[in-house]
């Protein structure tokens, strides 16, 4: 039972440039979350979806960043226009979404911007 | 909203030693309140949970407790190893259908052989 999957482990771009990232979740789970966590500091949650919706973006720039959860496929985050700000690690996790259910992160994305 | 406020934020112990780590929370609504592990590079790897039912939990050398009055948890490791030596995250979230996680800040482990 493969676990949460992140990919690309790293990416680069240049400033103005668009990122995409992707996370498939475990085996069974429905429920997706992004987190971002910058160098020596905790996660902080960004969005919550569920297959074809988004049901929690409280934590996402109004701006530049997008997520989707399409019915087939990864979960895709898209940062937009990249600046030297959004230099981070983007975590997934995944969750079987009833009640308090554990939530498994991937091994996470690592953003540089240049 | 919910402020998670984690101590300390490094700890030093001799290998054997016992290491505990404190999480306040601030929503008395919150309800699930999960620990990760995270060693250099990697994911962040979840080792005990609680849920607000209870108000102690255990598994092998690691025990996590919960006072809901105070709205503070704590983890216990006992007879700490060198492959303990990691960032320890507390959480916590409410079960509103909003299941969003708040983490503290960490707090870097170091056990010494």
């Known amino acids: 039972n493969a676990g949460v999957m992140q990919n690309p482990r790293h990416l680069v771009r240049r400033r103005g440039q668009e990122a995409r990232l992707r996370c498939s979740p475990m085996?069974?789970?429905?429920?997706v979350y992004w987190y971002r966590q910058l160098p020596e500091e905790g996660l902080k949650f960004m969005v919550y979806?569920?297959?074809?919706?988004?049901?929690?973006e409280s934590g996402m720039p109004k701006e530049r960043f997008s997520a989707e959860f399409p019915k087939e496929g990864p979960s895709i985050l898209r940062i937009q226009q990249v600046v030297r700000g959004d230099s981070a690690a983007y975590f997934c996790?995944?969750?079987?979404?009833?009640?308090?259910?554990?939530?498994?992160f991937g091994d996470g994305t690592r953003l540089s911007i240049l | 909203g919910e402020n998670v406020e984690q101590h300390p934020s490094t700890l030093s112990v001799q290998e054997g030693d016992s290491a505990v780590i404190k999480c306040t929370y601030s929503?008395?609504?919150?309800?699930?309140f999960p620990w990760y592990k995270q060693e250099l590079g990697k994911r962040p790897q979840l080792i005990i949970d609680?849920?607000?039912?209870?108000g102690e939990k255990k598994d092998q050398r690691i025990a996590v407790t919960l006072n809901k009055t105070a709205k503070h948890f704590s983890l216990h490791i006992t007879e700490t190893q060198p492959e303990d030596s990691a960032v320890y995250f507390c959480?916590?979230?409410?079960?509103?259908?909003?299941?969003?996680?708040?983490f503290g800040t960490g707090t870097r482990l170091l056990v010494s052989p």
């Open positions: 609680i849920r607000s039912n209870v």
């Open positions: 085996k069974g789970h429905s429920h």
């Open positions: 979806l569920q297959k074809e919706n988004i049901i929690d």
């Open positions: 959480a916590a979230s409410n079960n509103t259908g909003f299941q969003k996680l708040v």
């Open positions: 996790a995944s969750s079987l979404g009833q009640g308090n259910q554990p939530q498994h």
């Open positions: 929503d008395s609504a919150s309800n699930y």
